[in-house]
């Protein structure tokens, strides 16, 4: 896509995947343990900011926000200096797809999203049935964007938005996500309270960006809101499939597989991929691209078809990934990182993925060693820690 959902957000909400045609490191914030959001993220006094508020009031009240709704949505609001912090500093990277695989369809991923298919077998098949978009591949989705449901982002919309559009880098998209997130309080289909999101303004279980939410959401359990937001996610789970059936979603057929599996030869391919050289190669079907009109990225899109088939019972891939620009495998990485963590320099987590977690433990190994600290893994850096 181009800005139609959410260009402004990794997807994968605290993930750390780039997954978007613009990609950033933005992600959503999982309350703390108290339920508080960060210092930056709460409201600061800035009289510029009022100015603009003032000024943007008549112009959404031309659009047709009433005057009750304005006083409603910016009650207790303000302006959030985190928000545009985080704006300004998203760092544009790529991963390899083995990266990117190693956390968007980890085994903890897989496992959560065989339970969350379980738990909600009867509203994914009747979502199913009535949208003609596979279950598995809905839930997969809900896997990437929020971690099925359990980082949705609690961050005010109307705060982030309007801070975001008073900003001015990317003001016209984000004014428009604003006046659209104004026109869901006044039709009812969420408190002010509870319109709650990333600090971009993504939201619910599958994080729709406020337009979006204006254009596909669906209130498919009957009870005159489409509530994305609250635990159950079955508005958000029917939005979902909405969105990819408007997109072009064929029923019946597969998003793809990987090459060499029978399943490569069950229609037609579109195009064959292989994301990294030397790695695994994907027949890519039509509803490939119906999945990249909710996220235009090839390792999203595999991401998610890999993710749906773990979810039905499918097994890894078969081919397998080459070593990295270091001359290293996964299974490498991970050893690394394990050594590093049980030699008291924390990599916080073991899943082959050399980030800036990994990196900074690197670095601090590096200097108690007296090594150049360059953060960078090696072969002769592994071997050092046997």
């Known amino acids: 896509m181009s800005i139609s959902r959410r260009h402004f957000t ?22 703390r343990s108290d339920g508080a959001l960060p210092p930056d993220l709460q409201p600061a006094q800035n009289a510029s900011y009022d100015a603009w508020v003032a000024a943007f009031r008549s112009r959404a009240t031309a659009q047709g926000v009433s005057d009750a709704t304005l006083r409603r949505a910016f009650s207790g609001t303000g302006y959030l200096p985190g928000v545009v912090k985080r704006d ?39 979502v199913e049935a009535r949208y003609g978009v596979a279950a598995e591949v809905v839930t997969a989705v809900w896997g990437l964007e929020s971690f099925y449901g359990e980082r949705r982002g609690n961050v005010p919309v109307i705060s982030a938005t309007s801070t975001l559009a008073f900003d001015g880098r990317r003001g016209a998209f984000f004014e428009k996500q604003l006046v659209a997130a104004l026109k869901i309080l006044e039709r009812g289909d969420v408190s002010a309270a509870g319109l709650t999101g990333s600090w971009a303004g993504a939201m619910g279980h ?10 596909f959401a669906v209130d498919f359990n009957g009870d005159g809101r489409r509530d994305i937001w609250s635990d159950d996610p079955t508005d958000s789970l029917a939005s979902t499939a909405a969105y990819l059936a408007k997109s072009g979603w064929a029923t019946g057929q597969k ?35 119906a999945i990249k009109r909710y996220n235009n990225s090839d390792n999203y899109a595999i991401g998610v078809g890999h993710l749906s088939d773990r979810i039905a019972g499918g097994g890894p891939l078969q081919a397998k990934f080459g070593p990295d620009r270091y001359g290293m495998t996964i299974d490498d990485r991970k050893a690394l990182q ?49």
Not at 256 to 268: I, K, V
Request: hydrophobic share 40%; net charge positive; with cysteine.
């Open 10 to 31: 990794i997807s994968l909400a605290a993930l750390g995947l780039a997954a978007c045609n613009a990609p950033g490191n933005a992600v959503n914030l999982a309350p």
């Open 88 to 126: 300004r500093n998203q760092t544009e990277f790529s991963r390899s797809l083995e990266d990117y695989l190693a956390i968007a369809a980890s085994e903890e991923r897989i496992s959560k999203g065989r339970a969350a298919f379980a738990r909600h077998r009867d509203t994914l098949r009747q």
């Open 206 to 215: 599958t994080q729709f960006i406020p337009t979006s939410y204006q254009a």
């Open 255 to 289: 998003w793809g597989a990987e090459m060499g599996t029978p399943a490569a030869s069950s229609a037609t391919p579109v195009s064959i991929l292989q994301p990294d050289a030397g790695g695994p190669r994907f027949a890519v079907f039509n509803n490939f691209r």
């Open 338 to 386: 394990e050594r590093l963590t049980a030699r008291g320099f924390d990599t916080d987590g073991t899943d082959g993925v050399i980030g800036p977690n990994s990196r900074k433990a690197i670095t601090a190994y590096q200097q108690s060693a007296g090594l150049p600290a360059t953060g960078d893994p090696s072969l002769a850096l592994l071997q050092s820690l046997r």
